[in-house]
């Protein structure tokens, strides 16, 4: 077993970290204020490769794999948890294409992403159906060589500046899960629109939208895979296989939280010396580093296991427990961070309360901790996770 991260990891993780510090960190306030996407921050990105980390070399990308777009993310995040989304958004629209799409659409969408020409959007959640993605109600209908879609898609990160989405929809009429495609729709078609931005607790900087698909025209060879009833099954694949890197957002948060308010403790003073030489004070840092490190590595081997291409049903409740973790660690350590800094930590004048107000959102997100539950208490009923 090695913990050692490889020489192309360590790599990317230095290039990560140059981006952060002095292209997202004097940048993150403001996106933050003013809700606008940073064109600026994904060329970055873009410039330096970190948008194709997860496409395959043969569709454009490194294929360096989830590790090491966990990596990236957990070095973002640590300034502004949305530049983090922004990375995972190069994975998350693109997997249900990587996983099941045919060679013409992988290389479409592999290397518009891997270049960062174009940006894309994963539209699952619905008005009605957020949790039961199985129950979704829009509309795919066949027409000549076309389908037309017909639907509302809420809560869609990158919503407001992707090029294309893949879409879910139900093909056929039949209920459940077998009853659903997956489109590539772009979203220059005409009856595509953007309906809304929502006003949000956190995360501003990656707008998310709610958007409405009125006769949409799609032709037949952008039904992902060909498969008319395979869209959940993409779906559920995509989820899974993102979740570590949902969770290295909260990783990398975490750590930006926590040594912010170390470094506020070493300078602040009372009761004539710096709070940090308070017990009380220490024990706070350290239940964080404590649980920033098991969040790391659970993160860090959920990531290796889809890398493995072990993130079927079957190994799902390790990638659930990994995104439950690390995402409530977010939680609980940037409140602590905060609470370091007593009414300072509640002002705009420093990051912590951003930092708290982002982290919300990754419990809720790609499965809320409850989801997350319900996968891996249902891998310990069926003995898919057992501890001999």
């Known amino acids: 077993m090695d913990f050692q991260l490889s020489e192309e990891h360590r790599l990317i993780q230095q290039t990560a970290r140059r981006v952060a510090k002095e292209v ?16 600026d921050i994904f060329k970055a990105f873009k410039d330096t490769g970190l948008t194709g980390l997860t496409i395959p070399a043969q569709y454009g990308g490194s294929g ?29 629209p693109s997997q249900p294409v990587m996983i099941g799409g045919d060679e013409r659409q992988k290389q479409w969408i592999g290397n518009g992403i891997a270049s960062g020409e174009i940006k894309g959007a994963f539209c699952l959640t619905e008005p009605n159906h957020g949790s039961d993605a199985g129950s979704l109600e829009t509309s795919a209908k066949k027409d000549g060589d ?39 729709v772009e979203t220059k078609s005409p009856g595509f ?14 707008p998310t939208a709610d958007i409405v698909l009125e006769d949409v ?28 890197v949902v969770g290295a957002r909260g990783v990398g948060l975490a750590e930006g939280a926590m040594t912010y308010a170390l470094e506020f403790a070493r300078q602040r003073e009372a009761f004539g010396k710096p709070i940090a030489d308070l017990q009380a004070i220490q024990f706070m840092f350290a239940e964080m580093a404590i649980a920033i490190e098991a969040a790391r590595l659970l993160v860090y081997q ?46 705009m004048d420093h990051p912590l309360e951003r930092h708290y ?32």
């Open 24 to 39: 997202i960190a004097p940048r993150a306030a403001e996106m933050d204020i003013t809700g606008e996407y940073p064109h």
């Open 64 to 92: 360096a794999g989830m590790l090491a777009l966990a990596l990236a993310v957990e070095e973002a995040a640590k300034y502004c948890c949305a530049s983090g989304l922004m990375l995972l958004l190069s994975a998350l």
């Open 146 to 184: 076309d389908y037309i879609i017909n639907g509302e898609k809420m809560y869609i990160s990158g919503g407001t500046v992707a090029d294309y989405i893949v879409c879910f929809a139900r093909t056929n009429g039949t209920p459940g899960p077998r009853g659903i495609g997956a489109f590539i």
């Open 193 to 206: 629109n953007v309906a809304g931005q929502d006003r949000k607790m956190g995360v501003r900087g990656v």
């Open 217 to 244: 025209r799609v032709p037949r060879e952008n039904l992902v895979g060909g498969a008319e009833n395979q869209g959940f099954n993409h779906a559920m694949l995509t989820l899974n296989s993102c979740r570590p």
């Open 302 to 347: 959920g990531a290796w296991r889809v890398d493995q291409g072990l993130y079927s049903r079957e190994h799902a409740a390790y990638l659930s427990i990994a995104k439950a973790f690390a995402t409530e660690t977010a939680v609980k350590v940037s409140s602590d961070a905060l609470q370091v800094l007593g009414a300072q930590g509640y002002m």
């Open 357 to 388: 107000r982002d982290a919300r959102q990754l419990m809720i997100v790609e499965g809320t901790s409850q989801v997350q539950r319900v996968v891996i208490a249902r891998a310990l009923l069926e003995r898919e996770l057992v501890y001999p």
